[in-house]
């Protein structure tokens, strides 16, 4: 099985490394060494070397949607994004919830027990359900920089 083409890691220029998944179950992951704040590193998975490129491909290439575009065309990699989320009308579990904005990032999260299931949650909250309907998305801007004494 051939590797698709792979783009260089966003932080440091060099190769991905690609791992096949060794017992049943796993998934295949690309990644780079470069960076300590992402648990060892920068992966991205998928269940296919296909889907796994995709994954690294999307979150190789910076997000830098600087106006607001539709939620469909949004990274699905668990980058954190900001959010246009449409008021969601009455409900007998909630009040009317106005139109907002948000910090989001996609999760995989599929579990029975708790009822999470793949979609949209609110960042740093975790929130996520029936209410939280982002329609919108653009990149979170830079940090601010660091004032000099």
Request: charged share 25%.
């Amino acid at each position: 099985m051939s590797t698709p083409e792979l783009v260089p890691c966003p932080f440091c220029g060099d190769e991905p490394y690609v791992h096949e998944p060794d017992f049943r179950g796993a998934e295949y992951q690309i990644g780079c060494l470069c960076a300590d704040g992402d648990d060892g590193g920068i992966w991205r998975n998928g269940k296919t070397i296909e889907e796994a490129a995709e994954n690294w491909n999307r979150r190789s290439s910076p997000v830098t949607a600087e106006v607001w575009q539709p939620i469909a065309t949004a990274p699905k990699d668990g980058t954190e994004i900001l959010v246009w989320c449409a008021e969601v009308p009455r409900s007998r579990y909630h009040n009317v919830l106005p139109a907002h904005v948000a910090i989001a990032a996609w999760s995989v999260i599929d579990d029975d027990r708790t009822g999470e299931k793949p979609g949209w949650y609110e960042a740093p909250t975790g929130e996520w359900g029936e209410w939280f309907r982002p329609t919108h998305w653009m990149a979170l801007p830079a940090a601010p920089e660091e004032e000099k004494p």
